[in-house]
């Protein structure tokens, strides 16, 4: 054999090895694509010990998103006596909204390592295609067990697809450090707006009317001509709570997470209509955007709800 054919069974051999590497790399990713989201990118719950920090919250509350959407319920770190409720009814978790939920649009997840909580908001698709909102709370006690998971899903008509499917990211945006306010200060700028529910005067001091607006499972209150939820005329952030609105008192108030660092703080509360007949109530869920001490954004789901007594839950 002479010098050039040495060199060319050289080339042909190298050649044979390229062609073999593409030839796995190609199978490797049309296995990928072949995959279910979930097991393209699986969550675990984190194995720990101790309290749950702010990281440990949020890959719990991923880890929940996929063990839902793929109706692994048993993979939910419950403890035996977990309280479960969905629009504050007791349920098993199987028989929740979560069980229909066909894929996950946008999410948005809010954690408060003082206080164990995570919350999950999530635009999502059920049956036919149809938007539905959830948010889910889930209380994370020692050695990363959950305790309470209380969950709020609207699945009407008023779920606005286009803002449910693309959630606005800006929620969870840090704030520069002089654009905050410290944990205390953003308690009790929510609970301010939860008496002002009850006695229809804002305090207007708490808002930046310039820029703030409401939404309603998407659907603008504020600075819009007309609503569907609320009817009358167009409102800000201010005037939407005053004058005489059906409803108030607001009762069982609750702070599950206050985010200073994003100035975020989520406030849940029974909202009682005394004027109307049957007496009913409304159960809220209003995450807050809070940014030089002002409110600048309320990403609300308000359910009305027959028959209610309670919320349950002290956490």
């Not at 990928?32 to 309290?51: C, D, H, T, V, Y």
């Not at 999530?122 to 994370?140: C, F, H, Q």
Request: with cysteine; aromatic share 6%; proline share 3%.
């Amino acid at each position: 054999m002479n010098k050039t054919q040495g060199i060319f069974r050289k080339a042909i051999r190298l050649m044979l090895t390229f062609a073999a590497c593409l030839t796995g790399i190609q199978a490797q990713a049309n296995n990928s694509l072949s995959q279910s989201p979930a097991q393209k990118s699986e969550q675990r719950f984190p194995k720990m010990i101790g309290p749950c920090d702010r990281t440990c919250l949020e890959q719990t509350m991923q880890a929940f998103f996929a063990a839902a959407t793929t109706n692994q319920f048993g993979k939910v770190p419950a403890i035996a006596q977990a309280e479960i409720r969905e629009n504050a009814r007791e349920i098993a978790l199987a028989d929740s909204t979560w069980a229909k939920v066909r894929a996950i649009r946008s999410t948005l997840v809010f954690a408060d390592a003082v206080t164990g909580n995570v919350v999950g908001r999530a635009g999502v698709e059920i049956a036919e295609g149809k938007p539905a909102y959830i948010s889910t709370r889930l209380k994370v006690v020692a050695d990363g067990k959950i305790a309470d998971i209380e969950i709020a899903a609207d699945t009407s008509n008023r779920v606005v697809k286009d803002y449910v499917w693309n959630l606005d990211k800006n929620l969870e945006k840090v704030l520069a450090s002089e654009e905050r306010i410290d944990r205390i200060a953003l308690e009790a700028l929510a609970l301010r707006y939860f008496m002002s529910l009850s006695t229809h005067v804002a305090v207007k001091a708490d808002f930046d009317d310039r820029v703030c607006n409401r939404f309603h499972s998407g659907m603008q209150i504020t600075n819009a001509a007309r609503n569907a939820v609320e009817g009358g005329p167009a409102r800000t952030c201010i005037s939407s709570v005053e004058g005489t609105p059906p409803w108030g008192p607001a009762t069982e108030q609750r702070i599950p997470v206050i985010d200073e660092e994003r100035g975020i703080v989520i406030g849940i509360t029974l909202l009682h209509y005394l004027k109307s007949p049957s007496n009913a109530k409304m159960y809220v869920w209003e995450v807050f955007k809070v940014v030089n001490g002002k409110i600048t954004r309320i990403d609300n789901i308000g359910l009305m709800q027959d028959g209610l007594t309670a919320l349950g839950f002290s956490h």
